[in-house]
């Protein structure tokens, strides 16, 4: 079976909505894991200007086939106008974690 695993970052403004977001994302099963790192230090260009914020990571983990729904739902859920979603395929990894992904991100019928 080819790897199909994919690792999303989003940068969230703090950690309540992190929470928030990653508990919607594990509840739809658009998740396998979220991790969520707070004390992150963004600078940036917004508006023609260089921005410096603090803000918190999520590494969300799924799949190339629930990321067009979790990118919908993120956008949804985000507080920012525009969000960081970047989604960066997994190349290598531990077959059976990436197996777990797999199966914690399909959708029941």
């Known amino acids: 079976m ?3 695993a994919e690792v999303v970052l989003c ?4 950690m309540d909505s992190a929470r928030r977001i990653a508990d919607a994302l594990l509840d ?9 790192l707070p004390g992150v230090t963004s600078r940036y260009r917004w508006q023609g200007t260089v921005e410096e914020s603090s803000e918190t990571l999520l590494l969300i983990k799924t799949t190339r ?21 970047i989604g960066v395929p ?3 990894g531990l077959a059976g974690y990436l197996a777990w992904i797999e199966t914690c991100t399909k959708t029941t019928s």
Not at 11 to 14: A, I, L, Q
Not at 28 to 36: E, F, G, H, S, T
Not at 66 to 79: A, D, F, G
């Open 2 to 4: 080819p790897n199909s």
């Open 11 to 14: 940068t969230c403004p703090d």
């Open 28 to 36: 739809q099963r658009l998740a396998a894991c979220v991790n969520i």
């Open 65 to 85: 086939a629930r990321y067009p729904t979790l990118e919908r739902t993120l956008v949804s859920l985000h507080p920012y106008e525009l969000p960081e979603i």
């Open 90 to 92: 997994v190349e290598q």
